[in-house]
């Protein structure tokens, strides 16, 4: 651990030598970029306590401690800013790890280099993201999903708005966040830890710096698909703001650090599915195979589109953070940091669309039908098709979100070797959302034709109906496609509530070990969902099977409308818009209508964890080759329970309970040795859990009592049923990692990875024989039927054997001047990810499309950087890719298969100017694009024919225009 010994030297020069007016001069220029105090908390954080915040850990050195002013001179290796100080106190942070990690910095207060966290850490080597809402919102480490990878807050686990564990990035503003680092190998004291890896995301420590600092930023932005709905008040225009304020008091003793930032982000976004694919007549066709009817004009043996949606989503996003840290430090002995987060997140977004079904079942005809040739049989790509009922529907969302968290750190240095650390946390995240959504169409179940031309792979459409969509008196309040009801609205409470506190102690020993850290963390993590359900009928509607008439028709109160839906990107031109809330306070009424599957969102889950944990640090020489690291042990506890509802397919039941309780016993192993000046040779070793998604350890299930109609058990009255499993264990797996690293100049490097992940315990949906209804305590709502055996067949989350993962990462960074002064200034980044997998099990494996590697598993990730910067100049072009990957398996209009998340490719831009010195010193201006080549997010359908001969087909496509954003950013 001698590089961190002298990293505490360094920032203890930093305050040391800041009363003295020339040395402070160049300390301005280093420690006023985040970046460089990043550097120091990595570092300090991956040596000694991992979880916490490293300034928490370093700064009583750097008060006590009074070194010779020749430590100064280690200072001139890190006085670049901007991209390359961002890159080069990245590697430092790297190379100096006792743990495999990767880092990112930010450029500069409230500037990391992208638009968001999770842009900036798809950069990095072996993590991909994956797109929600045109925006990078979740991360993949390793090619396991993001369900598998921890999130913490300056070491802290954070409460989510999801449904599950995952952290939503875009709830944490980037330009309160100083940097991040993703620990591929834990170590013992990594507490929250994931099973692919963790992300530890950190904010500014106020006495990292020499003396008062304000920054502030403002940056226009513009989106380039246009307004799609022009009457919601959601344009293309936006803006993001931050303000960060960060002063020192009493000789440098008390900090204070305060940042606010606001996004004001319009999304503009371009909707297509194809619904799903078959032959409808025909040898392979549904009329021979299927026994269903035949498609008149339809050619035999050919592969149509049997229907579809468009829709355009307009989505305003707007978001307030506020970040507060303060910081005590003042003596030699005690240090106290004060962390405090808070944002309130508002989301608005209005969803319209047409759409219908062209199945043989709809009775629909076609005329002039050309087709492609293409395998196993031609497309259909052009022609007429008479008889469609266009199906319109207009959605509104709006979602509420409140995230606050506070972290409360004390560490003591009692002078004789002995340190002890206290840390309180609380986090919680609520959420709020409302939905409503109406069905129009034409009157009295009305048809039309509909011109079409389709490409054969991926693209727009272009579809030409027989009738004006955005015709108020063509187009009427009905159930166009006999859906039962004319429309529905939902009420969705969440809260999730993290309490938490950690005791730790340290101390130094002898042989190889430079210390000793054991610690005991506590937590108690409880979600609680509720969600109400109403169906909407017309008024003089009746909402009753008797009653219901679905070809009412009501003309739309004109007083609502506005301007049409634009759908020209797929031919239909324009289609009804209106105001929904105003339409369903004024023209429907509402019955409470909760399902099987609203039934099962109404849970709590509940975690305590106790968690133990011992951990020497290595620091020592194995002959000439200087050694260090760490190795230790986690002992986990875990006591989940979870309450829901039972229900017997739509019907309420009662109240369900259950539980388990279980240990995991997680060594660790991280070894580094040096061999020679710059280059580095890795070993990690590690057993790692992650638990299942909190909604799968939720106990919400629907089971009954049913007479059996065929089969062995035909007469038999038997229980069945599907659901959550409240004793669900965690996955399991043990990790292997080597990795060798070379660093040359000042931001340049180049490192080979391998590693071998065994899972151990892996979690998928399967379906129990012997399961005891009785002893679960579900109770039989039909008192007839006296069931023959409380024991009965069941369906839910279960463990089960794992499977194994290896990989292989390439990555490096060079500077131009190494080459040749002639490109000093320019610079290059890349890395590449090879990545495999295997399930020996399956439970879907009948499934078409069933994968035999882990679902969410990128094949390969790979990233290029090009960047200058010189003379205040800067430049960066980026580009992502990840091969493509498959998800879960999907129910499609009763075609059971898997999606397959097509390869996705982003390029981004920026370029900037900071102005060096005069009158606008501290000025600079900022051009940023994203998504340059306006790429789409594709999606495929992979499922059988009539004949059971598979077919690939496409099913989504989806783009979001680029994203344009000009700034002015300021520091004083």
Sequence with gaps: MKGDKSLRRMVGSVVGVSRRPLVAACMLALVTNPAWAQEAQIQSTNSDKNTQHAAQQSQPAAKTQKPPQGSVQNLNTVVVTGIRGSIESSLKAKQNSDNIIEAISAEDIGKLPDASIAESLSHLPGLATQRQDGRANVISIRGLSPDFAGTTLNGREQATVGENRGVEYDQYPSELISGAVVYKTPDASLVGQGLSGTVDLHTIRPLDLPRRTIAANLRGEYTTNGTLNPGTGVGDLGHRASFSYIDQFFDHTLGLAVGFAQLDSPIQEKQYQAWWWSVDNGSAGIDQNWGGPHTPGMPNNVISQEGMQLRAQSENQLRNGLMTVLEWAPGDHYHSTLDLYYSVFNERKYKNGAQWSSSPYNNVSYADVGVTPAYPYPIVTSGTVNGIQPILQNEYTKEHDKLFSAGWNNQYDFGNGWTAMADLSYSTARKSLHDAYLFSGLPNAGTTSVQFNTPVGDGYPDFRPGVNLADPSVILFTDPDNYGYNGREEFDHQNDTIRAVRLEVSHPVGWIFSNVTVGVNYSDRKKTKQADVFFAWLNGNGSSAGGYNPRLGVPINPGLLYSPTLLGYGGIGGILDYNVLDALDQQFYLTQRNGQSDWSRNYTVEEK????????????????????????????????????????????????????????????????????????????????????????????????????????????????????????????????DLSWEKYFGRSSYVAVAVFNKNLLNYIYNKTVLDFDFAKAGYINDNPSLTPSSNIGSFTRPENGTGGKMRGLELSGALEGALISPAIDGFGIQANFSLTNSTLPVSAVSTIPGSPSTLPGLSRKVANLELYYEKYGWSARIAERYRSSFTGEAVSLFDQLGYTKILADKQTDFQAGYDFPEGRWHGLSVLLQIYNLTNSANKTQQISNLPNNVQVARPLDYVTWGRTVMFGLNYRL
């Design 609 to 736: 964890v106790p968690v133990g944990y011992v951990k020497f640090n290595i620091d020592t020489q194995l002959g000439d080759v200087p050694l260090r690291g760490n190795v230790g042990v986690q002992f986990v506890h875990t006591d989940q329970k979870s309450q829901a509802f039972q229900t017997n397919g739509d019907a309420l039941v009662g109240g369900l309970g259950g539980g388990i309780k279980y240990n995991n016993v997680l060594p660790s192993l991280n070894l580094v040795a040096q061999l020679s000046e710059g280059q580095f040779l890795r070993f990690g070793f590690a057993k790692t859990m992650a638990r299942g998604r909190i909604d799968d350890e939720k106990v919400a299930s629907s089971a009954g009592v049913a007479v059996v109609n065929s089969g062995p058990a035909a007469g038999q009255a038997l229980w069945s049923g599907s659901g959550g499993n409240p004793q669900l264990k965690p996955y399991v797996a043990v990790g292997t």
